[in-house]
């Protein structure tokens, strides 16, 4: 590896002395660094860095899908998942990269359909996910297959999830923690109003549709990682299918899902006096 292109989270490091670090670091074992702006490089890279966290690496995605090069983070977030490496070990970057293999993401690719028209693609490595956000109550919503299944619900939204996003916004919904070298979508309901509560598991090659189903005019918002993607009125199909595409990762060895588990849940910790 010769050269890497680095994309900084500036409000992580407002002054930049990790990024010097990290340059410096690199520079040691003769490894040049560009800088990323505008979401474009002078010259060649053989990786993308990150200098952030989870949210950090999810925003770097599409430019590293763009120009088909392996992304890797050292995290300055809270847990970071998606960042394999911590700021502790900036030291040892050189020698974690003589070491590193590459592997493939899953992405999720969604569109949205009203009457004639349809929005998209929108990527997601992590999730994409249907609220009410613009109003009071539940969603009216339902989840088909591609042989016209259907589980209709009433919940505040759903998330259909990469193995990659299980650890995110799905966990958090009670849904399970998947390895993210698997292929599968997730589909975990949020707060649903019913005795049916559970995720549901479809293989890669599935393509899952979301309706909205209310009846008295409520729009529903889609979002894929966290960004505002479109508005689903009512009628309204939302289609969820495995990318063609796939995002490539450098792996240190570390994102078997039982060590990424201990290593970033150590970090959670209750504060203050309990006697």
């Given at each position: 590896m010769?050269?890497i292109?680095?994309?900084c989270?500036?409000?992580k490091d407002?002054h930049?002395?990790?990024t010097a670090?990290?340059?410096?670091?690199?520079?040691?074992a003769?490894i040049?660094?560009?800088?990323?702006?505008?979401?474009r490089?002078?010259?060649?890279?053989?990786?993308?860095?990150?200098v952030?966290?989870d949210?950090?690496?999810?925003?770097?995605?599409h430019?590293?899908v763009?120009?088909?090069?392996?992304?890797f983070g050292?995290n300055?977030g809270?847990?970071?998942?998606?960042?394999?490496?911590e700021?502790?070990?900036?030291?040892?970057l050189?020698?974690l990269?003589?070491?590193?293999?590459?592997?493939e993401?899953?992405?999720?690719?969604?569109y949205?359909t009203?009457?004639?028209?349809?929005s998209g693609?929108?990527l997601?490595?992590?999730d994409?996910?249907?609220?009410h956000?613009?109003?009071?109550?539940?969603?009216?919503?339902?989840?088909?297959d591609s042989?016209?299944n259907?589980v209709?619900?009433r919940?505040?939204?759903?998330?259909?999830?990469?193995?990659?996003?299980?650890?995110?916004?799905?966990?958090s919904?009670?849904?399970p923690?998947?390895?993210?070298?698997?292929?599968?979508?997730?589909?975990?309901?949020?707060?649903?109003y019913?005795f049916?509560n559970r995720?549901?598991l479809?293989?890669?090659?599935e393509?899952?549709?979301?309706?909205?189903t209310a009846?008295?005019?409520?729009?529903?918002?889609?979002?894929?990682?966290?960004?505002?993607?479109?508005?689903?009125?009512?009628?309204d199909?939302?289609?969820?299918?495995?990318?063609?595409?796939?995002?490539?990762?450098?792996?240190?060895g570390?994102t078997?899902l039982?060590s990424?588990?201990?290593?970033?849940?150590?970090?959670?910790?209750?504060?203050g006096?309990m006697?």
């Open positions: 010769k050269t292109a680095l994309i989270n500036e409000q407002p930049g002395l990790i670090q990290i340059r410096a670091s690199l520079a040691e003769g040049a660094t560009v800088a990323v702006t505008e979401g490089f002078v010259g060649d890279a053989d990786a993308i860095l990150v952030g966290g949210g950090s690496v999810l925003g770097a995605m430019f590293a763009g120009y088909d090069l392996p992304l050292i300055l809270r847990v970071g998942y998606l960042a394999e490496i700021q502790d070990e900036i030291p040892q050189p020698q990269l003589e070491h590193a293999g590459t592997e993401r899953m992405l999720l690719s969604a949205v009203h009457g004639a028209e349809q693609p929108y997601a490595l992590n994409v996910v249907v609220t956000q613009t109003h009071f109550g539940l969603a009216d919503l339902s989840l088909s042989c016209g259907t209709d619900y919940c505040d939204g759903l998330i259909l999830a990469t193995p990659s996003g299980s650890t995110a916004y799905s966990l919904a009670g849904g923690a998947l390895d993210g070298r698997m292929s599968a979508i997730c589909a975990t309901p949020i707060c649903p019913s049916f995720s549901l479809f293989p890669a090659d393509l899952l549709t979301v309706t909205n009846a008295g005019g409520a729009q529903l918002h889609v979002s894929a990682d966290g960004n505002d993607s479109a508005v689903l009125l009512p009628g199909r939302l289609t969820v299918s495995v990318a063609e595409k796939k995002l490539k990762m450098l792996s240190f570390r078997a039982l990424t588990l201990k290593r970033k849940m150590k970090t959670a910790h209750i504060k006096d006697t």
